[in-house]
């Protein structure tokens, strides 16, 4: 059941339409963790030239989705409280890494963190999902 499940998300994520907006890519997969990464481009840029914030929060966002998600029950965001630690330049390569901390009953606990290809800390974050008893839709 693991690799239908590992393979759909793979799948969910090659094909939205947000993923591909920002050109993220999921290249690790396992219950309860996940590394999702992503080029920095100039339209990504803040009015100082710097990453977006949005943009880094997307990249963790859907680290966060896809291993909250990577257990075969829907998994939806309670909260997410991020700690911007340095800038991304521009061409950079940023990893965002996801990792379940505490998985108790509905409520699941994941420490996520952004690095740079250098492994620069760009930022950090703390998240909590609420795990539905529904399996994911799209495992039919």
Same mark, same amino acid.
């Given at each position: 059941?693991?690799?239908?499940?590992?393979?759909?998300?793979?799948?969910? @994520? %090659?094909?939205?339409?947000?993923?591909?907006?920002? /050109?993220?890519?999921?290249?690790?997969?396992?219950? /309860?963790?996940?590394?999702?990464?992503?080029?920095?481009?100039?339209?990504?840029?803040?009015?100082? /030239?710097?990453?977006? =914030? /949005?943009?880094?929060?997307?990249?963790?966002?859907?680290?966060?989705?896809?291993?909250?998600?990577?257990? =075969?029950?829907?998994?939806?965001?309670?909260?997410?409280? @991020?700690?911007?630690?340095?800038?991304?330049?521009?061409?950079?390569?940023?990893?965002?890494?996801?990792?379940?901390?505490?998985?108790?009953? %509905?409520? =699941?606990?994941?420490?996520?963190?952004?690095?740079?290809? %250098? =492994?620069?800390?760009?930022?950090?974050?703390?998240?909590?999902?609420?795990?539905?008893?529904?399996?994911?839709?799209?495992?039919?």
């Amino acid at each position: 059941m693991e690799n239908k499940i590992f393979n759909s998300v793979f799948e969910r @994520v %090659r094909n939205e339409s947000y993923a591909k907006k920002l /050109g993220m890519e999921l290249v690790e997969l396992d219950e /309860g963790y996940s590394k999702v990464k992503m080029t920095f481009k100039e339209d990504m840029e803040n009015i100082f /030239g710097m990453a977006h =914030g /949005g943009a880094i929060f997307s990249l963790m966002d859907e680290a966060f989705e896809t291993a909250a998600n990577s257990h =075969g029950t829907v998994s939806v965001a309670l909260s997410m409280n @991020v700690t911007y630690i340095k800038p991304a330049s521009a061409g950079d390569v940023l990893y965002a890494e996801a990792k379940e901390v505490s998985l108790s009953g %509905r409520i =699941g606990t994941y420490a996520i963190s952004v690095e740079n290809e %250098r =492994g620069d800390l760009i930022a950090i974050c703390q998240a909590l999902v609420y795990r539905k008893k529904d399996k994911l839709p799209f495992l039919d």
